[in-house]
């Protein structure tokens, strides 16, 4: 397996843009995550599904910030419109639920810069 | 509510020096607790992890003990590698898992030759 893929590695955008990230969980992985990396805030989980559903936004930002997962193979997470603030890296992890499930597998993360 | 503190860093050692990273935790219940390790421009990988108090994980000659009576799960290695160089996280997850991950803020370790 590939393991988790997102997309873009890089992006940079103008303020007040729309911008979309994108992930790919690992296949017959049912919960998926979205987290935010900054150098003041460290790690934040934004929002997680399990089986495609939205369980917790409760550390999605403001209501700039929307994420979707329409099957089990794909997400997104959108900022509309996006401000200088949300540069950051994200990253997107997908895990097996379970009662001995243990590991979430990071993707490689989506550096965005909002100039 | 869950919580993990971390030491601060950046932290740098010589090789083959021993390493220990202090991660203490706070938490309703009984969390599961994790290491992980992230190296330049990559994301983040489990190091090692345990699940119940008194458990040890180890990994790559890394290695944690839960202990639930001083709430820590202190990051140890006897001797470090150039090759160790980069980021750890202490985490937790409140159910027994990785559900909701709760991360540390970090500590950077740099390893000199």
Redesign the interface.
């Known amino acids: 397996d590939a393991g988790v893929i997102q997309s873009p590695r890089h992006e940079v955008t103008e303020m007040g843009q729309e911008v979309t990230l994108r992930c790919k969980p690992i296949s017959g992985h049912n919960s998926l995550f979205w987290y935010r990396q900054t150098m003041m805030r460290g790690l934040e989980l934004l929002i997680y599904f399990n089986n495609n559903v939205p369980i917790d936004d409760s550390g999605m930002p403001e209501d700039r910030f929307s994420a979707k997962m329409p099957n089990a193979s794909f997400s997104t997470l959108k900022i509309q419109p996006s401000e200088p603030r949300d540069s950051a890296v994200y990253f997107c992890a997908s895990t097996w639920p379970g009662l001995m499930n243990t590991e979430a597998f990071f993707g490689q993360g989506t550096r965005l810069t909002v100039v | 509510g869950n919580s993990v503190t971390q030491m601060e860093g950046p932290v740098t050692l010589s090789e083959e020096a021993f390493l220990t990273i202090n991660c203490t935790y706070t938490a309703t219940g009984y969390p599961?607790l994790?290491w992980y390790v992230q190296y330049p421009?990559?994301?983040?990988?489990?190091l090692l992890?345990a699940?119940k108090a008194d458990d040890k994980g180890s990994n790559k000659g890394f290695e944690a003990t839960y202990r639930k009576e001083t709430t820590s799960f202190h990051l140890e290695k006897g001797s470090v590698q150039v090759s160790d160089s980069a980021v750890y996280?202490c985490a937790l997850?409140p159910l027994?898992?990785?559900?909701?991950?709760?991360?540390?803020?970090?500590t950077r370790l740099t390893i000199n030759p």
């Not at chain 2, 421009?41 to 489990?46: A, I, S």
């Not at chain 2, 027994?96 to 540390?104: M, P, R, T």
Request: aromatic share 14%; proline share 0%.
């Open positions: 599961s994790f421009g990559e994301g983040l990988q489990l992890k699940t996280f997850s027994q898992g990785a559900q909701k991950l709760v991360f540390g803020q970090g």
